[in-house]
């Protein structure tokens, strides 16, 4: 079954999967309906995650029900444990750059929020806007959620800029990126054009960049307070496995 479901992943292009899985999650949770892992997102248990990674593939990291990788299971339960973003009587305002499938309804249903999503081909955006020339005021919002997206964006300095120009003071953005943690600096290299090639250095065949340790420097530079987040470390062994999550992957809490 892995084989199939990685010829799948491998041979259908992303816009056109992206639609098929709306449709293929029901099925997909029933299949593999077992009690070996855990979506903390749904509380729906499996046998299996689905593999998935550009190139080397990797396994067990894709939720049959929600669709979440590790990155958005690690996100929901700092979310969940460690904020006040479920659970505040006071209304939030938040802004929540390319909105993920395993949240997008969520959290437009949680009524403490006053949602906004934007992105600038996204349908799921409300707002479609270049992140790096926002058409928000300044100090606009009390939380920015900004996952993988940076690594996009050729000048990710302006982004930042923008992304702390619209938070407000004492609002916390989580800027999640992929990084290498075993390197000190980031490595960009605007010569390399080759998409298999990009993919091969990068991760992805549109990342302009794989940051390093010096990613959570260069937010600290923009202006931000910057806490390097190992929520996987606060949380036991057991449920890290049972989860599905990035071990020692670290969430870039940003305070304003």
Partial sequence: MKKIFKFILNTIPRPLLIRLSYVAKPILALLLKGNTFTDPIDGKNFRMFLPYGYGNQRNNVLSPSTLSLERHR????????????????????????A????????FRNQKNLEYTTTDLLSPLADVKADICDLPFEDNQYDIIL??????????DSKAMQELYRVLKPGGMAILQIPQDLSRATTYADDLIVDQKERAKIFGQYDHVRIYGRDYFDKLRSIGFRVVEEDYTAKISAELVEKYC???????PVCFK
Wanted: aromatic share 14%.
């Fill in 74 to 97: 690690l996100l929901w339960l700092y979310l969940q444990n460690e904020t006040d973003f479920f659970t505040s009587k006071e209304k939030k305002k938040v802004l929540h750059f």
């Fill in 146 to 155: 900004c996952n993988h997206v940076l690594e996009h964006i050729p000048n």
């Fill in 99 to 106: 909105p993920e499938q395993a949240f997008y309804k969520l």
């Fill in 245 to 251: 999550l990035a071990k020692g992957e670290i969430i």
